[in-house]
């Protein structure tokens, strides 16, 4: 079975788009965002300069903001569909078997292990980076909203709401850019180049080393589960897509009312 297995699908053209759209929106946030934040600086003021200007890096920043913000809801509600819809079980979710395998890979690389420990569909190092990412996000997010339209936030909360608001989302975005260089780097581009993501398809070296659990799975055909029948998967669906879309209209309209009242900046 391994001959005719040189490759193995690991990611779908919905999850491939998601992290394109991810990494695009991300760089120009970064760049856009910290050009702002660094203003003095030569680099700087060559690129707010090329952009045509702070008030065109200001918008660029922000409709990059949007797209980031329009992803994670599309992101929020197809896990979702796939939780529920699709019945697929929470592979990103941490759990005590991600603390023993963190555990036994810091003994490998002692010497200390003969082997390193068998990791599933998503080893403990790509949960954190996952989960990582929800938290910069929200952060983000919540506090761009408090610097976008700082009058109607201080309608709600305090006026000292702002200033911190602003140092989250400097040093949150910081700390995003350092991760993605020194963490991420390292081991998507640097370790081994894994192409997965872009071509949807993991070779079979790349998964005994990083889920040999989710290779021996797929090997005796428990990965992937089946899907529920799909007279169930239709009941199941006309709940939860009305439901779904629904939330994501009230967040639509928020979001636009935020970003559109007269007082956004």
């Known amino acids: 079975m391994r001959e005719k297995m040189r490759t193995i699908i690991r990611f779908g053209p919905i999850e491939r788009t998601e992290h394109f759209l991810l990494l695009l929106s991300f760089t120009?946030?970064?760049i856009t965002g910290l050009v702002q934040k660094f203003p003095d600086n030569g680099l700087s003021l060559w690129i707010i300069r090329l952009l045509g200007g702070?008030?065109?890096?200001r918008t660029i920043h922000h409709i990059s903001a949007i797209v980031l913000?329009?992803?994670s809801i599309f992101h929020v509600f197809?896990?979702?569909?796939?939780?529920y819809v699709l019945k697929r079980p929470l592979s990103m979710l941490p759990g005590l078997k991600d603390v023993r395998d963190a555990i036994g890979l810091f003994k490998y690389n002692l010497?200390?292990?003969e082997r390193p420990p068998e990791m599933d569909r998503y080893n403990f190092g790509e949960k954190?980076?996952?989960w990582a990412v929800v938290w910069g996000t929200l952060v983000m997010a919540i506090s761009g909203y408090m610097l976008w339209n700082p009058v109607l936030t201080t309608r709600i909360f305090p006026g000292e709401f702002i200033p911190a608001a602003k140092m989250a989302h400097g040093y949150e975005a910081i700390l995003a850019v350092l991760s993605i260089l020194i963490w991420h780097a390292w081991h998507v581009h640097i370790k081994h180049f894994n192409k997965s993501i872009?071509?949807?398809r993991i070779t079979l070296e790349e998964m005994e080393e990083e889920h040999a659990l989710e290779?021996?799975?797929?090997?005796?055909?428990?990965?992937?589960p089946p899907l529920p029948p799909a007279q169930e998967r239709w009941r199941r669906a006309v709940r939860y897509l009305p439901l779904a879309g629904l939330v994501a209209i009230l967040l639509l309209i928020t979001t636009y009312y935020y970003f559109t009242e007269q007082t956004a900046i």
Request: glycine content about 12%; overall charge negative; hydrophobic content about 45%.
């Open 28 to 30: 120009i946030l970064a």
């Open 54 to 57: 702070i008030e065109y890096t």
């Open 69 to 71: 913000i329009l992803l």
């Open 78 to 83: 197809y896990v979702g569909y796939k939780i």
């Open 111 to 113: 010497g200390l292990s």
């Open 128 to 130: 954190i980076e996952y």
């Open 198 to 200: 872009f071509t949807g």
């Open 215 to 224: 290779l021996k799975r797929i090997e005796s055909g428990e990965w992937p």
